[in-house]
């Protein structure tokens, strides 16, 4: 039975036309980042930039270093989507894409980590087998069919992303709509359409559209009486988030990912009319089959877990954001703070008040202010900087921060030197002082 599934032989121009697709995007999403601005603000002009914890070692390259890192990522994507040295390009901007993703988080966004996830799989598919410059240039390896694990790999992984988003929005202040509400008030001079995003009626019907589409869009795209409607939903809400959000490639990449719930037949029919139509399809078990599903089932299984980690560490993450990140927990919260930056010298008792805007850009500045795990690393960055002086020092913070516009509280213990504490991914700290907000609220 899972055989048949797994390994049932299908056309592979759902493959095809992804790929076509994909490279298309990722070129987009890389020359885009340049041209807007984003690799500047981001990657170029701050001094130092906050990496993933753990990566520290991962920081831009000098000068105009990252925009050639960009430029070199669009070019990769233009191969993938020509389908040249297609495993070579697709590895290659892999690294690189995952490389720009854990060198900052300070524009942190899940769409990113999506993206990551997706180079990956995409690294092992055989997405050149047909319509690309590889076939050309090695006739031998074209193929008109692919396992259909292929399908459910993407499937899969959609699935999960999707669930995880439904779920994360079951809490009170998407259900009673006040951070939508939060959300668009910086929408209110776009054109034509600012006013009606402050409607109320309408924060409510993006509160539940969401979650409903969110639940139920992969089952209904699956449902073959249900596509077509499904498919209808997706473009809207995928066209509403780039027009409102302008979140990038990702509304398009996911209408992309559509391809995958017709039926191949159907995909051949419309975007590749003369691309011969391979034989019935067969059930071939290969040598390998054994390896590649323990691997899928372990990939499988930390994305099951990963979104959920939360759980099992002490405190609300809503607050604390330990386990918040790699979760598809989207748009759901707000943060701002005002804390105060002590530095000790441990030898002398001299006190330094640190000011903010010598040392960080404006948003940098106001994640430092509100995110712990940037505070702790801040901390890190002044020990660090100190310690090139010669001077060991304390550092000790102090401050009020909130959570979507509710009352402020303290957040961070300001008896605790940040600069002496180590951090664990997998722990609550204790320094992070509890949420001051009621269960009823959580």
Not at 146 to 173: E, P
Not at 180 to 198: H, K, P, T
């Amino acid at each position: 039975m899972i055989s048949k599934l797994l390994f049932s032989r299908i056309d592979n121009s759902p493959l095809i036309i992804f790929r076509i697709f994909f490279g298309i995007l990722i070129s987009l999403e890389s020359f885009g980042a340049i041209l807007t601005g984003w690799v500047k603000r981001t990657l170029v002009d701050p001094d130092f930039t906050f990496s993933f914890i753990g990566f520290e070692w991962l920081q831009p390259l000098p000068g105009s270093g990252m925009y050639f890192y960009f430029i070199l990522m669009g070019l990769l994507g233009v191969s993938v989507a020509l389908g040249y040295r297609y495993r070579l390009s697709m590895i290659a901007f892999t690294l690189l894409w995952t490389g720009a993703y854990l060198m900052q988080k300070t524009a942190y966004n899940n769409h990113y980590y999506l993206l990551v996830l997706l180079s990956a799989i995409m690294c092992f598919m055989p997405a050149n087998r047909a319509y690309s410059l590889d076939v050309r240039r090695k006739p031998s390896i074209r193929k008109g069919s692919m396992f259909a694990l292929v399908k459910w790999v993407v499937v899969a992984q959609l699935l999960i992303v999707y669930t995880y988003a439904a779920i994360a929005k079951l809490y009170t202040d998407w259900l009673d709509f006040s951070i939508i509400a939060q959300l668009m008030e910086s929408r209110a001079d776009y054109f034509l359409i600012g006013g009606l995003l402050q409607d109320p009626w309408v924060h409510k019907a993006i509160g539940i559209f969401g979650i409903l589409f969110d639940f139920s869009v992969v089952p209904l795209l699956l449902y073959r009486p249900t596509r077509k409607w499904a498919f209808a939903a997706s473009v809207f809400f995928h066209l509403f988030n780039s027009l409102v959000f302008q979140i990038g490639i990702f509304p398009y990449l996911s209408l992309a990912f559509t391809v995958f719930f017709y039926e191949p037949e159907t995909i051949r029919r419309i975007f590749f009319k003369k691309k011969p139509i391979p034989g019935p399809g067969t059930v071939s078990r290969p040598r390998y089959a054994q390896i590649l599903l323990v691997g899928l089932g372990i990939y499988f299984l930390v994305q099951l877990v990963l979104p959920i980690r939360h759980h099992f560490i002490q405190g609300d993450v809503l607050w604390t954001e330990e386990g918040h990140r790699m979760s598809w927990r989207m748009m759901l919260r707000s943060r701002s703070g005002h804390l105060k930056f002590r530095v000790v010298d441990k030898e002398t008792g001299a006190t330094e008040w640190i000011r903010l805007g010598e040392w960080l850009s404006d948003k940098q500045a106001r994640k430092v202010q509100a995110y712990p795990d940037f505070i702790w690393q801040f901390a890190q960055r002044l020990k660090n900087h100190y310690r090139e002086k010669g001077q060991d020092i304390a550092v000790y913070v102090s401050g009020m921060a909130r959570v979507n516009r509710r009352h402020l509280a303290p957040l961070i213990d300001p008896e605790t030197d940040l600069a002496s504490v180590p951090w664990d991914p997998f722990r609550h700290h204790e320094w992070i002082l509890p949420s001051p907000y009621s269960k009823g609220q959580e």
